[in-house]
């Protein structure tokens, strides 16, 4: 079983809607979250931290419910600059190591 | 403020041969890591850092070495290259202590045939 799991994609959804993704680990230690952004054939850039009581930065919102050990993010008013991959990244102990799972892809459309 | 760089962006090997991945940051970061990226899996980590000196393992080291004479340059050196390292490797530093703000350089995409 992989340590951080998301669904792959694609979510092909038209300019101003909402989308969501999910992502599950399995690592019950673990101890930050965090969503990051790959475009097409570039490096990966932090997006945003996900703490447990939810957070907020503009049109995206992040969840986290370590009860159930999953991560979401909600993105709302969909741009077509927001097609991309997200990856759902989890730091499982102490220290600076990070888990990245593969990815989800998301494309607007007009 | 260059952050990253990685040198070569791209690079085709013959299978056995080695080379260096070349990874600088001049952000005075103490943690800097190697990861490959292939399709559907994610970013696995080969190796890392946590200052000069001081190297280990990641999930996928095999076949591959690292050095940290400096804070600032940490290069990967493929030891004798397999179709199986055709990759896109991805170098990374970050602040010890500061979590999930990793600052990625641009990748070298690895053809081995």
């Known amino acids: 079983r992989k340590e951080v799991e998301q669904d792959p994609g694609p979510f092909n959804v038209p300019e101003g809607a909402t989308v969501a993704f999910n992502c599950t680990y399995s690592?019950?230690?673990?101890?930050?979250f965090f969503w990051y952004r790959q475009d097409c054939r570039k490096e990966p850039k932090l997006l945003m931290s996900?703490?447990?009581s939810g957070n907020e930065d503009g049109r995206f919102t992040a969840q986290l419910n370590r009860a159930s050990q999953y991560i979401s993010l909600l993105i709302r008013d969909s741009k077509l600059s927001d097609s991309a991959t997200y990856l759902c990244?989890?730091?499982?102990?102490?220290?600076?190591?990070?888990?990245f799972g593969a990815g989800t892809i998301l494309r607007v459309k007009s | 403020n260059a952050g990253v760089t990685q040198t070569p962006k791209f690079q085709v090997l013959k299978t056995g041969q080695s080379m260096t991945l070349q990874c600088a940051q001049d952000?005075?970061?103490?943690?800097m890591s190697w990861y490959r990226q292939d399709p559907g899996m994610g970013l696995r980590l080969i190796h890392y850092?946590?200052?000069?000196?001081?190297?280990d393992q990641g999930e996928v080291p095999n076949g591959y070495n690292v050095s940290r004479s400096t804070t600032e340059d940490f290069p990967l050196r493929l030891l004798s290259a397999a179709p199986s390292q055709t990759s896109v490797y991805f170098c990374?530093?970050?602040?010890?202590?500061?979590?999930?703000?990793?600052?990625f350089g641009s990748g070298t995409r690895l053809t081995v045939v």
């Open positions: 990374a530093s970050t602040p010890t202590g500061f979590y999930g703000g990793y600052t």
């Open positions: 690592n019950s230690a673990s101890q930050s």
């Open positions: 996900v703490y447990s």
């Open positions: 990244v989890v730091n499982e102990e102490y220290g600076n190591k990070l888990v």
């Open positions: 952000m005075n970061h103490e943690y």
């Open positions: 850092s946590v200052g000069a000196g001081i190297t």
